[in-house]
């Protein structure tokens, strides 16, 4: 049995290249030795990251996610079993979100629904817009 977690947090501090880049070498390197996959899209001073793999370690690893003092107000979207990876291709693909928006009608991930969360990360990456995406 697998499980998918998606959830969103906001940054503590500017999100710079190096920041992001650190959290990404970290997380590539842990799910590929633990059977994890998925996706961390970042932008607009907000991470949306889904998680994917066996219960347990998706468990184990967001205990560690909520005791990580980069990000703040750390809100889980989905937990769910599932059949099947929908990105496990990746140990971790870094996803650029972009800039905020003036626009009221902005996505906003603590609000979207759950099918609105990965309707958007699949609009993200249909468009070119994943940045690092080590193959599993």
Known sequence: MLSRMIY?????????????GTILRS????????GITGALC?????????????????????????????HQKIVLRQKKDISH?????WSMAHIDMGQPSTDRS?????????????AKMDELIASGKVINAPVV
């Open 8 to 20: 969103v947090s906001t940054a503590v501090g500017p999100v710079t290249t190096s920041v992001t």
């Open 27 to 34: 997380a590539q390197a842990h799910n590929a030795a633990s």
């Open 42 to 70: 970042q932008g607009q001073g907000v991470y949306l990251q889904v998680l994917e793999g066996e219960p347990q370690q998706i468990e184990a690893l967001y205990a560690r996610i909520l005791l990580d003092k980069r």
């Open 85 to 89: 990876r929908r990105y496990g291709n």
């Open 106 to 118: 902005v996505f906003d991930p603590y609000t979207a629904s759950e099918d609105h969360l990965i």
